[in-house]
Structures are given as structure tokens and as C-alpha cells.
């Protein structure tokens, strides 16, 4: 049984179903892709928020062009930062940094970074808050200029309350001697914020996770949308039954070894409420940031050359716009193209509740002042939201995220991963290793398997304490 049909439930199922093992999928939405969902409209279309399909694991990639054939395209990327009407290129680069923010800045923030390097190497204070994790490597005036700001709008709470393990796992880059390195040729290698190629399939990243359903249900596979985990039911340290709401009506099926790729704290709410009262509250204390988006249809060949444009200024309602015909030609009709900002709140806020029109004029004026303008040539446009677009790391969320871990553990039979279901910022491809690992796993330990297979670990190149949040 696995729970949620995003990028990491489906790779489990795949895992699963490949093998001959009996495998239904449960997934709340009317499709499935989770966050890696495609949305097309009148020949447009939209990725929540663009994505891109990068992994080191070779195997893995080798299982995915496999299965989609010519459809996956190879896209270059190209990325920018605007910046106070300048443009910044994005990985940050040493030659725009030490032209573009002029003498003065430029030698404040050289000092500022070798106060930072003294804090961190000297006085050995230690990253706690992302504020931390930055300064201690750009030092504080590159933090202000970009990503403070970046990252307040993205969180919507202080850098300060944000746990440096965001940094560390977000931006890929260790410092500015490390920019300076890379602009001098003396370094090699391709962290992920350096990926320069990418890839993408023709019709939108959804298209990867359709053909994974369509494979799985050809291994006789089941998956069942519409389909809202409610509760599920233990005994004897195992999950037995999993119940959920469909149309209206409640269903529950039975299981033998459970695959949870749904949000970690509504997965504790699942449970009887007497077994779960002791860590009730660290399920409240693990919260997601939401993001809507804004898909305009624009009626003009190109709009600009970059896949991604930063906008960390906080005037600016959006913190990236992309244009998703440089990921692939066919998001959009012939000689024309689209828009698509992210812009981030918490489910139910205002900007989450804001009328779509309302949203559509802000967005319009805010791509005006950044030099973007499409007024007269905007055919149509419409929202898609997500509740769960990033795992809020506070400073304490670790405390609360192993207490719901630990507890999980006393069940033998289930398994928690996924960026949901483990609570880890992991990207797309880590999803999927953890779902095919999880599945493994299953198929390794399970007792109730009768056909031992080895975890594949060579294969896939994992290494399940990196990956898993495991229990059982
Ligand atoms: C704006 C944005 C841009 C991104 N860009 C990239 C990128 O370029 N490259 C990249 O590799 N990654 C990117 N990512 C990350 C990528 O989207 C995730 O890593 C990936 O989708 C995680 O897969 P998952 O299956 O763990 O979670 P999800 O995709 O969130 O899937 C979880 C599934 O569980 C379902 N579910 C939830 N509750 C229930 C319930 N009660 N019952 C049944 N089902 C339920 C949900 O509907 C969903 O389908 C991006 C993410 C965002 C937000």
C-alpha cells in the first residue's frame, strides 16, 4: 500500500509493481504527480512551479530516459537574479558581483566577508540560524543585498528563526572564495546550483509521473485519485487497514506493509488518538509553506532568454518568474509564450484566499516595474495553489520531526519518506531514490515475502541512513 502518488509514492509503486508485488496507490488529488504535476490549458502549459529533472544516480536516470524515450528532452539552463534594476547572474557569479554593485559596496562586502570568515574559522561560531550560514560564507552585506530578503519572502518568518540546515542543503555553493574559484577556472565539478543541463520531458515534468502510472498499472498495479487517507488502523506493532474518504463516501483496505508519502504530521493525525496524544503537539509544531501561482498566457514569441529570474526585493509580490517555453517548446502554442510567477503564503492567508483578477493586477504592475512588460498581450491567465510547497525548517524542527520519526518506528510494517513524508527539503530525484528504497526495503524485510530480493543499494547507489526515514 503506498499513501500519496507524488514523485516518491509512485517510484515505490513502480519498484513494487515491477516486481509482481501487489501494489495500490492512495492519492488525495484528482491526478497524480504530486508537486511534480503538469497543468495544461487551451495548449499552455504549467509545472507547479518549473522544474527541472537532475540526479547524480546514474541508475536512476537510466531507469527514467528508459521509460520515457524521445520524450525527454535535454534544456540549458539559464538563470537570473533582478536585483534593484540590475541584472545579476544566478548561480551569483564573481564578475557581475564585482562590477555590478559598485566600488563602495563592492569593498564593504569584501570586508564584511572576511569578518564573516573570522566569526566561522577563528572565533568558531557555530550556524545555527540561516542568518548564520550565510554570513559566516558571503558575509553580511551580500546577505542583505540578496538572500535575506530572498529568504524571508520564500519563509515568510526571519532568516534568524530558520535552521541553517535549509542553507546547507539548498544552496549548493560553500562560500565566496568558492565563487571566486569557479570564475578563475580552479575548480571543477558540478554542484546542483551549477547544473547547467537538465533534464525535461516535451509535455511538462507531470509527464514523467503520467508514464509512471501508466507503467505501474500496466505491472497490474492500482492507484485510486480522489482517494483522502482519513485513519488507519494497528495491531501487534503493524498497520493493518488504512481508511479513506472517496466521493463522499469512506473505504478502507487492508495491508500488509504501508509506504507513507503524505505530509509526516498529518500522517501522525491518522492515528487512534489515545496512541498519539504524547507527540500530538510536535504534529502541530511541523508546519509547510503554501505557494500560489500566477500562469499567464502571453501572446508574444519570447519574453526573455532565462529559465528562472530571482526577484528578492520585497516590493516585488513574487520570488521567481519563469517562462516555461526555455524548458521545453512545446509549454506553450506556436509563436506564442507564458508566464509563470511563484509566489509564496501560508494556506489561507490572504494572498492565498485573494481574488484571482486582484492577484492578476498586482502580478502585472510588479512585472511592469521589473522591466517585464506584457500589458495588452496577456490572452488569459489563471492560479494553481499548493499547501505544502516547502517544509518550514524552524530552529527546532528537528526536535519535533524525530519525536514523530521515533514514534513511528514501534510500527513494523510502514515506512515515512518523500519531502512530505519525511519532512526533508529534498528535491524530486532524492524523492524517488527514497521511494524505490522504501520499496526495497519492504521487499527485503517484509515477513510477509516469501521471495527474499537483496536491497539493491549498487543499483540504485543509496545509501538508506542518507535518504529514509525509516521505521520497522
Ligand atoms: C516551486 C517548486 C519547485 C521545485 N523545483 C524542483 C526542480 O526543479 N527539480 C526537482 O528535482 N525538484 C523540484 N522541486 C521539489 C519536488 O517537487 C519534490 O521534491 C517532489 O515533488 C517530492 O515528491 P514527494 O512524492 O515526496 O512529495 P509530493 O510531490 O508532495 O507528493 C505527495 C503526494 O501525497 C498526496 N497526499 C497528501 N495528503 C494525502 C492524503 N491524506 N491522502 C492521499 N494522498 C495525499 C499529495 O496530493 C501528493 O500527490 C520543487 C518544488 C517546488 C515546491
Redesign the pocket.
Known amino acids: 500500500m503506498v499513501?500519496?502518488?507524488?514523485?516518491?509514492?509512485l517510484s515505490a509503486a513502480w519498484e513494487l509493481s515491477g516486481k509482481g508485488y501487489d501494489v495500490t496507490v492512495?492519492?488525495?488529488?484528482s491526478g497524480?504527480?504530486?508537486?511534480?504535476m503538469t497543468r495544461e490549458y487551451l495548449g499552455y502549459r504549467f509545472d507547479?512551479?518549473?522544474?527541472?529533472?537532475?540526479s547524480a544516480n546514474k541508475a536512476l536516470v537510466g531507469r527514467v530516459r528508459r521509460m520515457m524515450g524521445d520524450e525527454l528532452l535535454t534544456a540549458e539552463r539559464k538563470s537570473v537574479i533582478l536585483q534593484k534594476g540590475k541584472t545579476f547572474q544566478y548561480p551569483l557569479c564573481a564578475r557581475d558581483l564585482f562590477t555590478k554593485i559598485g566600488f563602495r559596496t563592492g569593498l564593504r562586502a569584501f570586508l564584511s566577508y572576511i569578518k564573516g570568515m573570522v566569526a566561522a574559522g577563528v572565533l568558531q561560531k557555530k550556524d545555527v540560524s540561516f542568518d548564520d550560514w550565510v554570513t559566516h560564507r558571503f558575509g553580511r552585506i551580500l546577505y542583505e543585498l540578496f538572500f535575506g530578503p530572498y529568504t524571508e519572502k520564500v519563509w515568510g518568518i526571519s532568516p534568524k528563526l530558520i535552521s541553517s540546515d535549509w542553507a546547507s542543503q539548498r544552496i549548493s555553493l560553500l562560500n565566496l572564495s568558492e565563487v571566486f574559484f569557479r570564475l578563475m577556472r580552479l575548480k571543477r565539478g558540478t554542484p546542483r546550483t551549477y547544473a547547467r543541463t537538465y533534464f525535461y520531458p516535451r509535455k511538462g515534468i507531470g509527464q514523467i509521473f503520467d508514464v509512471m502510472g501508466s507503467v505501474i498499472q500496466q505491472n497490474g498495479g492500482r492507484i485510486v485519485l480522489n482517494?483522502?487517507?482519513s485513519d488507519v488502523e494497528v495491531s501487534d506493532g503493524k498497520v493493518k487497514k488504512i481508511r479513506?474518504k472517496y466521493q463522499g463516501s469512506r473505504r478502507e483496505i487492508d495491508c500488509d506493509a504501508v509506504v507513507s508519502?503524505?505530509?509526516l504530521p498529518?500522517l501522525i493525525k491518522t492515528f487512534p488518538d489515545d496512541l498519539v496524544k504524547e507527540v500530538k503537539q510536535h504534529a502541530n509544531s511541523l508546519t509547510y509553506r503554501a505557494?500560489r501561482f500566477m500562469n499567464i498566457f502571453v501572446d508574444l514569441p519570447d519574453v526573455s532568454g532565462n529559465t528562472w529570474m530571482y526577484v528578492s526585493e520585497k516590493k516585488y509580490i513574487m520570488t521567481r518568474i519563469q517562462e516555461p517555453k526555455r524548458r521545453s517548446p512545446f509549454n506553450a502554442p506556436d509563436g506564442k509564450t507564458s508566464l509563470m510567477l511563484?509566489i509564496p503564503c501560508n494556506a489561507n492567508d490572504a494572498l492565498w484566499n485573494c481574488d484571482d483578477a486582484e492577484l492578476f493586477e498586482r502580478c502585472l504592475a510588479d512585472l511592469c516595474e521589473l522591466g517585464i512588460d506584457v500589458r495588452g498581450k496577456v490572452t488569459g491567465y489563471f492560479t494553481s495553489r499548493?499547501s505544502?510547497?516547502?517544509p518550514v525548517y524552524k530552529l527546532d524542527y528537528r526536535r519535533h520531526q524525530e519525536k514523530l520519526l521515533s514514534f513511528l518506528e514501534q510500527f513494523e510494517n510502514l515506512i515515512a519518506c518523500?519531502?512530505?513524508?519525511a519532512f526533508r527539503y529534498?528535491?524530486?530525484?532524492?524523492?524517488m531514490e527514497m521511494?524505490i528504497a522504501a520499496a526495497q526495503r519492504l521487499v527485503y524485510e517484509n515477513p510477509y515475502n516469501k521471495e527474499q530480493i537483496p536491497f539493491m543499494r549498487s543499483e540504485a547507489g543509496l545509501l538508506e541512513k542518507d535518504f529514509m526515514a525509516v521505521s520497522g
Not at 497524480?32 to 511534480?36: E, H, Y
Not at 518523500?418 to 513524508?421: E, F, K, P, T
Open positions: 499513501l500519496g502518488g507524488g514523485p516518491c509514492g492512495l492519492e488525495k488529488n497524480v504527480g504530486g508537486l511534480c507547479l512551479g518549473g522544474h527541472r529533472f537532475i482517494a483522502d487517507v479513506y508519502t503524505i505530509p498529518d505557494i511563484e499548493v505544502h510547497g516547502y518523500g519531502r512530505q513524508g529534498i528535491f524530486m530525484d532524492t524523492a521511494g
